[in-house]
């Protein structure tokens, strides 16, 4: 008789790879809950008050149960952490997420991420271009480069988006993968850190996205539908 | 795609707007590079650049501008002014002033979130269409032409950034009053919408009602007209306007007399509002217009006075008349502020490379002014960039201006000792116990019809979280057992880890479903159950010896095959036989379900799986390989088909 092996989810599976290249950096895991308020979602991430990000068309708010919210990113993580642990330390943070939008093929209401953060005394841009750079080289192979691109979120600043050229079916492309951005001095003083004394990189990106693209698996929906046939590796 | 699912990634909102090539190079006094140079140097130093596309002589630039310069670059002249900064080149700046002659009307503001008021009145315009430069402009940008009082205000939104409105003066009864609306008063905007507001709206007022939505929508009373023709004083209106005429459901227009005279005076207001009422206002009452997106993000107050005249000039050319009075109110004037920083504060975040002459020429190079004493900077802040509040802002000026390509990557300087969350250890310690066991790791949705925890505005029928893993587990265990032998397994065992949640609180659930049913509890009861060992357990990384395959959407059918055969050898041809012939016609290898030994014969049963991507499948589809399978095996003589 042939003994079935067991397989892991295509998600496990690249979150797993992504943590074992960051560990070896010396990123510990960090977890958080799913359901989260509004401070440690928003507020303490330096998001405005009337940032449309808090509208009920994009964020799933708790019937009935005031300043309550599914995480919208992993990121409430890093403040709960900061919160109590003193710098410096790296920790990476996998994570479901859950955004109100319509699905499709690249969009889903529940999705996953991964996300990094380093706060400590001396700690540049170009270590965040370092650390990125080694982790997608391991990723995606050694011939992988990255570029960092001027961007905007209210958590950082400055702020990148961060593209990867990868080879794809014989062609060189460049793929945005990664948001990512120098800890905003707001969100090093809402934790209750000096930001005159330590600084920090934070980068996120889109598990579902790097399983994507690694594994040439086309439509986001199939990962959450139970179906085995997707666990092919 | 990217950009959509980047979205995701980040709370991140955005502006697109389109830039015409020959309109930034009419603010800008060198050549500008080539449009294909310009996209690189907006992408990588500054903006987005989402699309370019030649369109005529023109080529027009699709830029997402994020919320940070969303104040001073949604506009032709800020965009320009951007370029400049980076390539080093001269804005053009024209400077013109107002004649100083008293507006004969009263202006009142009567609130503090209006932060600028200025009332200019033309008298002797004629309503005419728009020449041909202005047409064009305004279409290359995506804009239709109107008329030349409407362009004319468009034209300095884009421009500028600056929304302007033009009321018929005659039409204002009294004067203008700047008020908060009264609880239920009503307006009908100029699309013919009737918007009930509230005391949180902010209105323009004459002494006997609202004349339109401060900062968001003009109304309908005080509206320019051109003849007997309606006119409405954005391009957008007019579209829903025309898009309306033919829906029977459209306000009657017969209040409105046949045969109008032209507007010949008008009212043209160039105000600022607060950003966050202008942004409420906008999303209770449904009109997210182009000027509400630039009062939104706190457009500076300092701009109405160089629009006003801009529009006016523009107006005297295109359409004539004079202005005949001008009035000004700036309740909300800032004296500009400063930023002091040390080269250091910059050079913390960017790395040591940077110097005090870098941060120098990046500030030369946008005109900006500073003094640099003693090793301190102090940074005038510029009217058009209030998001300039700190030495990080300054880190990412000097940054983007410098490049980010230029920054050397470095590796930390310490590897910090592991500590993993104990829930992640004992999670991956799970799983690899569960997958050594044959097991097979599923992900099912949090949302479902039944919970306790429900969410507002979810999806209908799945706005509940899960109380439980079993149920989404369950469906995964039905439908994978349907698909058992596709899966090429004669017994299906799965098993989810995930967050469940209670009125009370959330917790870390692990469900494992196979022929003995289905069983939960939490992670800590499953370790201690099986007292599995949780520390450094590591998990087996993808095997990718090929790339994903997609499965196909038709139904598959299933054969089974029995054969004796007699030695060990038999075996192996036989083996080779079945992988041939499953290569060549099913979706995968087939599944050994049976072997026994009786009187020296083996029985060997194997079942084929036949599926088409293009289509189901008929009984004949199958026959036929099958036949030729059984002539494949007979054709050894030695086997015997049982």
């Not at chain 1, 492309?173 to 005159?196: I, R, S």
């Not at chain 2, 884009?158 to 700047?178: E, F, N, R, W």
């Not at chain 2, 105000?271 to 993000?297: C, H, I, M, Y």
């Not at chain 2, 004037?333 to 920083?341: E, G, I, K, L, R």
Request: aromatic share 8%; net charge negative.
């Amino acid at each position: 008789m042939q003994i079935p092996q067991g397989a892991l989810h295509p998600l496990t599976l690249i979150t797993e790879e992504a943590v074992n290249i960051l560990a070896k950096q010396g990123f510990s895991v960090a977890l958080g809950p799913e359901l989260e308020d509004e401070w440690h979602n928003f507020d303490a991430l330096n998001v405005p008050k009337d940032h449309p990000a808090r509208d009920m068309q994009d964020t799933f708010w708790i019937k009935g149960v005031k300043g309550k919210v599914l995480r919208t990113h992993t990121s409430p993580v890093q403040i709960r952490y900061m919160q109590n642990h003193t710098p410096p330390f790296a920790i990476v943070v996998p994570g479901k997420v859950f955004r109100n939008e319509a699905t499709d093929a690249t969009h889903e209401m529940q999705f996953n991420q991964l996300e990094g953060l380093v706060v400590g005394e001396g700690v540049t841009v170009e270590h965040l271009k370092g650390t990125l750079l080694s982790f997608f080289k391991e990723l995606f192979g050694e011939k992988t480069e990255i570029r960092l691109r001027p961007s905007f979120f209210p958590f950082v600043e400055p702020g990148f988006e961060v593209d990867v050229k990868i080879m794809k079916d014989g062609v060189e492309k460049w793929l945005e993968v990664c948001g990512a951005g120098m800890v905003h001095p707001n969100v090093l003083t809402n934790v209750g850190y000096d930001p005159k004394k330590v600084t920090g990189f934070a980068f996120g990106m889109g598990v579902d996205r790097l399983a994507m693209i690694k594994y040439s698996i086309t439509d986001v929906r199939t990962f959450y539908q139970g179906d085995l046939r997707l666990n092919q590796f | 795609m990217c950009a959509h699912f980047i979205k995701v990634i980040y709370v991140s909102i955005s502006f697109n707007m389109k830039y015409s090539y020959i309109w930034l190079q009419s603010h800008i006094a060198e050549p500008l590079p080539t449009p294909e140079q310009l996209k690189e140097t907006i992408i990588f130093h500054a903006f987005e650049v989402e699309d370019i596309e030649r369109v005529g002589d023109d080529t027009i630039f699709d830029i997402k501008i994020l919320p940070d310069r969303a104040g001073d670059c949604l506009s032709h002249v800020g965009m320009a002014r951007e370029i400049a900064g980076l390539l080093n080149l001269t804005l053009k700046s024209v400077v013109r002033t107002l004649p100083s002659m008293d507006l004969l009307m009263p202006v009142e503001v009567k609130s503090d979130l209006c932060r600028r008021y200025m009332a200019v009145r033309m008298d002797g315009v004629k309503v005419l269409p728009s020449p041909e430069w202005l047409k064009n402009a305004l279409e290359s940008v995506g804009q239709r032409s109107i008329n030349n009082i409407v362009d004319a205000t468009n034209f300095i939104l884009l421009d500028t950034g600056q929304p302007t409105h033009a009321y018929d003066a005659s039409k204002i009864d009294g004067g203008i009053v700047v008020r908060d609306a009264h609880e239920g008063e009503k307006i009908i905007t100029l699309s013919g919408e009737e918007k009930i507001l509230t005391a949180n709206n902010l209105v323009i007022a004459d002494y006997v009602g609202a004349l339109g939505i401060a900062g968001v929508k003009g109304g309908k009373s005080a509206q320019v007209q051109a003849g007997s023709e309606i006119v409405v004083t954005s391009a957008e209106d007019n579209l829903r306007v025309l898009g309306s005429q033919s829906e029977s459901a459209q306000p009657d227009h017969s209040d409105i007399p046949s045969a109008l005279e032209s507007t010949t005076s008008i009212i043209l207001e160039i105000a600022n509002f607060d950003p966050s009422s202008v942004r409420k206002t906008a999303r209770s009452l449904g009109l997210q217009t182009d000027a509400a997106k630039r009062f939104e993000n706190n457009l500076s107050p300092q701009i109405v006075y160089q629009a006003a005249v801009q529009l006016m000039t523009l107006i005297k050319d295109i359409a004539g008349g004079e202005v005949t009075g001008v009035s000004d109110t700036y309740p909300a004037q800032v004296a500009p502020h400063t930023v002091s920083f040390t080269i250091d504060d910059i050079g913390r975040l960017l790395g040591d490379w940077v110097t005090g002459k870098i941060i120098e020429g990046v500030f030369d190079q946008y005109h900006y002014q500073y003094r640099f004493t003693d090793g301190i900077f102090t940074f005038t802040v510029p009217y058009w960039r209030a998001d300039i509040t700190g030495a990080h802002d300054i880190a990412e000026e000097v940054g983007r201006v410098i490049g980010y390509e230029s920054i050397e990557p470095k590796t930390l300087p310490t590897v910090f000792a592991l500590a993993h969350s104990a829930t992640y250890e004992a999670i991956r310690a799970i799983k690899a116990w569960l997958v050594h066991d044959g097991y097979q790791e599923v992900m099912t949705y949090t949302f479902r019809a039944k919970g306790e925890v429900e969410v507002a505005h979810g999806a209908k029928s799945k706005s509940m979280l899960r109380t439980n893993l079993s149920d989404g587990v369950k469906e995964s265990y039905d439908l994978n057992s349907i698909n058992a032998a596709i899966l090429g397994r004669t017994e299906v065992k799965l098993f989810e880890i995930g967050t469940i949640f209670t009125k009370e609180s959330e917790m870390v659930h692990l469900c494992i479903a196979d022929k003995k049913g289905i069983r939960e509890m939490t992670v800590e009861e499953y370790i201690a159950e099986q007292k599995i060992v949780v520390e450094h357990t590591s998990l087996e990384t993808a095997r990718l010896t090929a790339g994903f395959k997609e499965w196909s959407v038709y139904p598959f059918s299933t054969r089974d095959v029995a054969v004796w055969i007699n030695t060990d050898e038999d075996k192996d041809v036989l083996e080779q036989v079945v992988q041939v012939f499953a290569s060549q016609y099913c979706v995968r290898p087939p599944v050994l379900f049976d072997e026994f030994t009786k009187e020296g014969a083996i029985s060997r049963a194997y079942r084929f799986v036949f599926q088409s991507y293009e289509k189901t499948l008929t009984e004949a589809d199958i026959d036929t390989p099958m036949k030729e399978l059984i002539a494949r095996i007979e054709g050894r003589g030695v086997f015997t088909i049982r």
